[in-house]
């Protein structure tokens, strides 16, 4: 079974330009998380899809950020303009999630995409 | 605001040592915690779960420990090999929630 992809891999770009990260996540997850993992950190979460719904995006700065999840599988997450800031690992995670059961499987996660802004 | 704390953040030791690894957590209130591990330039991989109503987990040569009222958990690796070099986070999910909250993760030497 595949697992989470993204693309690119890596991206380098100058400030102020747009940037754009795709995830694929493993089929059949309903659940998708974006995180943003700077150098020497833990990952922390951007936003949450539970199918096409995002249910948490508390952490997205929406000034610049946006994310997209159409038809409740693929997922984008765009970045415009933007900032010297911005340059870290931007891992994508999808799971399971049993709502009626209040069950959770664990997140499976993507090999994530580097962003460099200079 | 739960916090989520990894010490040491770097450690190197011979092959075959057994080590530790620990994870402190702010807020005993979580529904588990879970231990990843993450190469160079890849994502992160889950090694073991433990629920909240859990003490221990065990995978191989690791053994995961949680004590959810001192919020403290331990990561045992028994018998370390070269392939166990990676970075190690500990993650717990917060009760009533699908977030998880990361460490800034352990760096781990295994020396042949």
């Known amino acids: 079974e595949a697992g989470v992809v993204q693309s690119p891999r890596y991206k380098i770009i100058e400030k102020k330009q747009p940037v754009a990260f795709w995830c694929n996540p493993i089929?059949?997850?309903?659940?998708l998380y974006w995180y943003r993992q700077n150098l020497g950190q833990g990952p922390e979460l951007l936003i949450r899809?539970?199918?096409?719904?995002?249910?948490?995006d508390s952490q997205l700065p929406k000034d610049r950020f946006s994310a997209e999840r159409l038809k409740g599988v693929d997922s984008t997450l765009k970045i415009q303009p933007a900032e010297l800031g911005d340059s870290a690992v931007y891992l994508c995670?999808?799971?399971?999630?049993?709502?009626?059961?209040?069950?959770?499987?664990?997140?499976?996660f993507g090999p994530g995409t580097r962003l460099t802004v200079l | 605001k739960q916090e989520v704390t990894q010490i040491p953040a770097a450690l190197s030791v011979p092959e075959g040592e057994n080590l530790v690894l620990n994870c402190s957590f702010t807020?005993?209130?979580?529904?588990?915690l879970q231990w990843f591990r993450q190469d160079p330039g890849k994502g992160l991989t889950s090694l073991l779960l433990?629920?909240?109503?859990?003490r221990e987990q065990t995978s191989g040569r690791l053994n995961a420990s949680l004590d959810k009222s001192s919020g403290r958990s331990t990561l045992y690796i028994a018998a370390s090999q070269p392939g166990d070099s990676a970075t190690y986070l500990c993650?717990?999910?917060?009760?009533?929630?699908?977030?998880?909250?990361f460490g800034k993760g352990t760096k781990l030497t295994v020396n042949p």
């Open positions: 089929s059949g997850h309903n659940t």
């Open positions: 433990i629920q909240s109503s859990q």
């Open positions: 899809y539970e199918n096409e719904e995002a249910v948490d």
């Open positions: 995670a999808s799971s399971l999630v049993y709502r009626r059961e209040g069950l959770t499987d664990t997140q499976y």
């Open positions: 807020d005993s209130a979580i529904y588990n």
């Open positions: 993650a717990v999910r917060e009760g009533g929630s699908e977030k998880l909250v």
